[in-house]
Nanobody
Framework: QVQLVESGGDLVQPGGSLRLSCVAS????????GGWYRQAPGKQRELVAT???????NYGDALKGRFTISRDNARNTVYLQMNNLAPNDTAVYYC?????????WGQGTQVPVPS
């Protein structure tokens, strides 16, 4: 059974930074694709960043430069470092893992950035 557990979500002031973590069990991030997506109130879920088994990264529009995805193979954990946060970054952030045949989601962690 695959389980993705996010942590690190918290209220952060504009301009602040936050690091999200996603620990996986039942799936190995180093041989699959891990990623982060977010869903703001009233909006569709959107890509934040992904990291492939080979370490290649991909970012949503306008997020590269402020957000950085990384992976710790020994801890089977994917991280999302978020810098210079703004109110429009307010969302529930979801961890994601893709194998050849399945897609898995975490429960989400909230990141409110007040205006």
């Amino acid at each position: 059974q695959v389980q993705l557990v996010e942590s690190g979500g918290d209220l952060v002031q504009p301009g602040g930074s936050l690091r999200l973590s996603c620990v996986a069990s039942g799936i190995i991030f180093s041989i699959n694709t891990g990623g982060w997506y977010r869903q703001a109130p009233g909006k569709q879920r959107e890509l934040v960043a992904t990291i492939t088994s080979g370490g290649g990264t991909n970012y949503g529009d306008a997020l590269k430069g402020r957000f950085t995805i990384s992976r710790d193979n020994a801890r089977n954990t994917v991280y999302l470092q978020m810098n210079n946060l703004a109110p429009n970054d307010t969302a529930v952030y979801y961890c994601n893992a893709k194998s050849r045949s399945n897609v898995y989601w975490g429960q989400g962690t909230q990141v409110p950035v007040p205006s």
